[in-house]
């Protein structure tokens, strides 16, 4: 189990994440769900250590972690957060003026040192996972963003980490290549890959999440499998998002519906 604990954390006067407690069972995918600004980014990047904690533990392997004020953690504690925890972003970020593989293979080459040989056949074998081993020597900007998407995938999984952060990883695609990228999470989640992702994308959520955490001012106010957030939720503030996320999926799928058929 990946356990957060009374995760605290404030930027200036604004304490954006309120003791937030979290098991994020292993082998398993918890989708974090939440309106904007509630806390969901802040919190991905409080587990793997881009934000410090003000104050609550955290527990990922054997490594325990205190987060008090001024007391900074052991700075080989927060590499070893760091190997155990790959992230994906919304927007992909890759690097530019690499190719697809060596955007792969870099972490391991930089931070793990890994001799070059070793890296390029662990960035093929990921590479192949995701269905892009074939676009290995282009550059990032050649490919569609569903495809920018899997390598961003790919390259979190490089190091093999214990966790696997998602933050909003279809929301800057349109819903086909979405698709695409979900059917690579739900890939890695039957491997039991433990997953804990912010989405808008109900049916990434409904699809691969065994748990979902509903955020609001950065406390969980209900935490439940998908079924009962998304169908029955008990929490009254979990009902009105709840609506307001099936309203917008309603009007996406009418969206979907209104383009012409492909010839
Ligand atoms: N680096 C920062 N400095 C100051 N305030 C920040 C910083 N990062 C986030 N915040 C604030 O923390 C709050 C939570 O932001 P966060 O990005 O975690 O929300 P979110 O749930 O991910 O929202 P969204 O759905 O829009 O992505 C917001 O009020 C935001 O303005
Ligand atoms: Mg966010």
Redesign the pocket.
Known sequence: MITLDRIEKR?GD?L?LKGVDLPVAEGRVTALI?P???????LLRCVNLLEMPDAGRLAIGEIRLDFRPGAPPARRDVLAVRRQTGMVFQNFQLFPHRTVAENVMEGLVTVLQWPEARARARAMELLEKVGLAHKAPDWPASLSGGQQQRVAIARALAPSPRLLLCD?PTSALDPQLAAEVVAVLADLAREGMTMLM?THDLRLAESIAHDVAFLEGGEIVERAPPEVIFRRPVDPRTVRFVETLTGERTASRGAEEAQPPRS
């Open positions: 930027f604004n954006v939440g904007s600004g509630s806390g969901k980014s802040t909003e912010a």
